[in-house]
């Protein structure tokens, strides 16, 4: 079955760090491309980090610079590194991979993980 499992949220004041991690299981992580995306109540849904199955990167406007993603294929391991973090920064935070099946792309999703910014 496939399982995607998101982990290290948590509560940190602002300009604190976290650092999240997506465990993946039943799913090609190595071919796949792997997104985090955040959800916060009463805000669109928006892609944060991407991260390609051959390593480039692409990140969101609003955390360029302070948020920085990273894959490890030999765990299949995904990892999302916060610095910096600001309030705004509050939301749900899951991960997502996508991946060719012949010409059909697929995707699978976690359940989230917590992350709120408060003094």
């Known amino acids: 079955e496939v399982q995607l499992v998101e982990s290290g949220g948590g509560l940190v004041q602002p300009g604190g760090s976290l650092r999240l991690s997506c465990a993946v299981s039943?799913?090609?992580?190595?071919?796949?491309?792997m997104t985090w995306v955040r959800q916060a109540p009463g805000k669109q849904r928006e892609a944060v980090a991407v991260?390609?199955?051959?390593?480039?990167?692409n990140y969101a406007d609003s955390v360029k610079g302070r948020f920085t993603v990273s894959r490890d294929n030999a765990e299949n391991i995904l990892y999302l590194q916060m610095n910096s973090l600001r309030p705004e920064d509050t939301a749900v935070y899951y991960c997502?991979?996508?991946?060719?099946?012949?010409?059909?792309?697929?995707?699978?999703w976690g359940q989230g993980t917590q992350v709120t910014v408060s003094s």
């Open positions: 997502n991979a996508q991946k060719f099946v012949d010409t059909d792309l697929v995707s699978a």
């Open positions: 991260i390609t199955h051959g390593g480039n990167t």
């Open positions: 039943g799913f090609s992580f190595g071919t796949s491309e």
